[in-house]
C-alpha cells in the first residue's frame, strides 16, 4: 500500500494511480507472457528425446542427446546479449516495450523449428537453422528473465513483494510443466513412430500460437511507477552507471551460481538423467517429472511469502546450507532407485531445497538496483551466470556420464552451491535494504 500512496502524490501525467485491480491486471499479463516464453524454451528439452534423430547423422542414444544439449547451450550464449541488450531497452523505453519484443522474438523461433525440415531432406542446414532459431530463443529468454522479474517487483507493494515476485518462477515452472503436459499428451495419443517422424513438431507451433495470445494480453499491461519516475531524471547511459555499481554485480553472479545450476540439475536434466542413468522409461520419466515440478510451483508462492515475514536472507541460507549437505546424498540416491515413488521423493525433496532460491532470487537481485539500471542490473550479470552454469549443466552431466565419471557432477553441484552460501552469508538482506522503496 506504501507503493499506491506514493503514487498518488506524483502528477498524474507522469505516475498515474494504480489500483489493486490494475496492478493485479499488470500482474496476471506480465505471468502469463512469461509462461508462455519458458513454455517455448522448454518444450526444446522435453522433447529433444524425439527430435535428436530427426536434426542428427544416427548414432547411439547418448551421442545424440549430446548434441541437442549442445545446441541447448548455444542457446543460453545468447542470453546475455538478450539481458544486456533488452536491459538497456527496458531501462530506457519501458518495461513494457521490452517484454513486447521478448514475446515476439520466441514466437518466431518455435516457428523455426517447427517447420524446419529433418537432416535426411536437407542435410547440414537441419542443424543450422536448429541453432538459429535456439539462438533467437535465448536473445528472447536473456531480456525476458530481467525486465519480468525488474516489472513484478516494481509493481508489487511492499509488503507482498516476495509473495508476487515469486509468481515470476511460478510462470517459469508453469511453462515448463506445460511442456511436460503436452509431451504426456502426445505420448498417450501417438504412436513412438508418429512421435519420432512428426508428432514433436506439435508443442513448437502450440508454442507460436500462444506467444500471439501472450503478446495481446502484455499490450494491456501498465508501465511501472519505478520506471516513469527514473525516465523523467535519467541523466547518463544505464551501463555507465552500472559499472558503478561493481558489488551489487558481482552479488547477482554469486547468488545465482549455485541455485541455476541446482535448478537445471533437478527440472531440465532430470528427465533425460532418468532414462539415460536410471534406466526408467520415457513415458515414466515424464510423469515424475511433471507431478514433481508441479508441487515444486505450488512451494513458490509460499516460500516467497515468508520472505516477506522473516526476510530473504535466511531462505537464501538455508538453501545454500541443504544443498551442500544432500546434493550427493540425493543424486547418488537417484542413480540406483528401483521405483517411481522412490524416485519422486528424491526429486522433491530436492526441489523443496532448492525453493529456497527460486522463489526469491529475482526479487532479491531487482531490490539491488537503483531503477534506472534495474532490468540491466538484474538481467545481464544473472545471463551471464545462467550461461556458464545453467547452460553448461546437462552437456557437462553427460559428458562425464560418457567419461565413465558421473558422481563428478554430483560434487561440482555441491561445490556451486558452496560457493553461493558464502555470498548468503554476506551479503545484506534486500527486504530490509531495498533500493525500491527509494526510488
Given amino acids: 500500500m506504501n507503493s499506491i500512496s506514493s503514487s498518488a502524490a506524483a502528477p498524474a501525467a507522469s505516475a498515474p494511480v494504480k489500483t489493486a485491480r490494475s496492478r493485479l491486471k499488470s500482474i496476471f499479463s506480465g505471468s ?29 542414444q547418448t551421442a545424440q542427446l549430446l548434441n541437442t544439449a549442445a545446441i541447448f547451450a548455444v542457446g543460453f550464449l545468447m542470453r546475455p546479449i538478450g539481458g544486456w541488450l533488452m536491459g538497456l531497452y527496458a531501462d530506457k523505453k519501458g518495461r513494457k516495450a521490452a517484454l513486447l519484443a521478448s514475446v515476439l522474438l520466441m514466437c518466431f523461433g518455435s516457428l523455426v523449428i517447427a517447420l524446419t525440415p529433418g537432416y535426411d531432406t536437407i542435410g547440414v542446414a537441419a542443424p543450422v ?55 504426456i499428451v502426445l505420448q498417450q495419443t501417438l504412436t513412438e513412430e508418429q512421435l519420432y517422424a512428426w508428432g514433436w513438431r506439435v508443442p513448437f507451433v502450440i508454442g507460436a500460437i500462444c506467444a500471439v495470445v501472450a503478446l495481446y494480453l502484455r499490450r494491456g499491461m501498465e508501465e511501472t511507477e519505478s520506471f516513469t519516475k527514473a525516465s523523467a531524471k535519467r541523466k547518463e547511459s544505464s551501463f555507465k552507471a552500472l559499472m558503478r555499481h561493481p558489488r551489487e554485480l558481482a552479488t547477482v553472479v554469486g547468488l545465482t551460481m549455485g541455485g541455476t545450476l541446482a535448478f537445471y540439475t533437478y527440472t531440465t ?171
Fill in 129 to 183: 537453422l536448429l541453432v538459429v532459431a535456439r539462438l533467437l530463443q535465448g536473445l528472447s529468454v536473456g531480456g525476458e528473465y530481467g525486465t519480468s522479474a525488474t516489472y513484478l517487483s516494481e509493481m508489487a507493494d511492499q509488503n507482498n513483494r516476495g509473495f508476487w515476485s515469486s509468481f515470476q518462477y511460478v510462470t517459469l515452472i508453469s511453462g515448463q510443466l506445460l511442456a511436460l503436459a503436452v509431451l
Fill in 269 to 439: 536434466y532430470m528427465q533425460k538423467y532418468l532414462v539415460n542413468s536410471v534406466g526408467m522409461s520415457k513415458a515414466d520419466s515424464t510423469l515424475i517429472s511433471a507431478a514433481t515440478l508441479f508441487l515444486f510451483m505450488c512451494l513458490q508462492p509460499v516460500v516467497g511469502a515468508l520472505s516477506d515475514r522473516i526476510g530473504r536472507r535466511p531462505i537464501l541460507i538455508a538453501f545454500g546450507v541443504l544443498g551442500t549437505l544432500f546434493t550427493y546424498p540425493i543424486l547418488n540416491a537417484l542413480n540406483s532407485v528401483t521405483s517411481l515413488w522412490g524416485a519422486f521423493w528424491l526429486i522433491m525433496a530436492a526441489l523443496v531445497i532448492v525453493s529456497g532460491y527460486t522463489s526469491i532470487n529475482a526479487v532479491v537481485k531487482a531490490e539491488l538496483f537503483p531503477a534506472e539500471i534495474r532490468a540491466l542490473g538484474v538481467g545481464l550479470p544473472y545471463a551471464l551466470t545462467v550461461s556458464i552454469f545453467g547452460g553448461t549443466a546437462e552437456l557437462l552431466a553427460l559428458q562425464l556420464k560418457k567419461a565413465g565419471f558421473e558422481s563428478g557432477y554430483y560434487w561440482y553441484v555441491t561445490a556451486c552451491i558452496a560457493v553461493s552460501l558464502l555470498v548468503y552469508v554476506c551479503m545484506k538482506d534486500t527486504r530490509s535494504h531495498s533500493r525500491i522503496e527509494t526510488d
Fill in 32 to 60: 502469463v507472457g512469461n509462461l508462455v516464453e519458458w513454455y517455448d524454451w522448454y518444450v526444446y528439452a522435453a522433447f529433444s528425446l524425439y527430435f535428436s534423430t530427426v536434426f542428427f547423422p544416427k548414432g547411439d
